[in-house]
């Protein structure tokens, strides 16, 4: 990661990768708001933005409690975080928070939209649908696969998109790994 990255990205990824993250903590609501004035401090409140903060807190909590420092920052200063992060973030450490926000939210929308994302346009992202399918088929496929179908202007199913981007037996195993081939 070093070698290949740099800045707060790399940090964050580094971060990422230690799997510090808090997943047994409950919810503690005193801490939430806490975070989202630091969050705040860290960003909209000063010339620049402290990326540092945003990645300590992004990367230690329990989902749940990152759920709670949105609600937090969105009660106390009306904005959403990936708007925020928009506005004070730029490049890969941009995408990197808002996949961490985005996932956080509603994880099964987020994988739904790398699916569309990998299959979309001109050619197919071959790497990212069968990294996604794979790594999700035993813990969350059936969600995601429902998820898709609500994705903004798609009304097509995902077995469709799959049949329709894909051919021969590597289309054959997707289908089956969603659950289509019964």
Known sequence: MQGD????????????????????????????????????????????TD??????????????????????YQRLYKKDMEKVIKSEMSGDLEKGMKAI????????????????????GIGTDEKSLI?????????????INRSFSNIKGESKPLSHWIKKETSGPFRDMLIHIIGGGH
């Open 131 to 143: 990294r996604t399918l794979v790594s999700r088929s035993e813990i969350d496929l059936e969600q």
């Open 101 to 120: 926000v985005r996932f956080t939210l509603d994880k099964h929308s987020y994988f739904a939209n790398v699916l569309y994302k990998a299959m979309k």
């Open 51 to 72: 990326e540092s903060t945003f990645n300590s807190v992004f990367v230690s909590q329990s989902f749940e409690q990152l759920r709670a420092v949105f609600a937090a």
């Open 5 to 48: 990255t740099s800045g707060h990205f790399m940090r964050m990824l580094i971060s990422l990768s230690n799997g510090a993250r808090q997943e047994d903590q409950g919810v503690n609501a005193q801490k939430a708001e806490d975070d989202a004035k630091k969050l705040y401090k860290a960003g909209a409140a000063r010339l620049g």
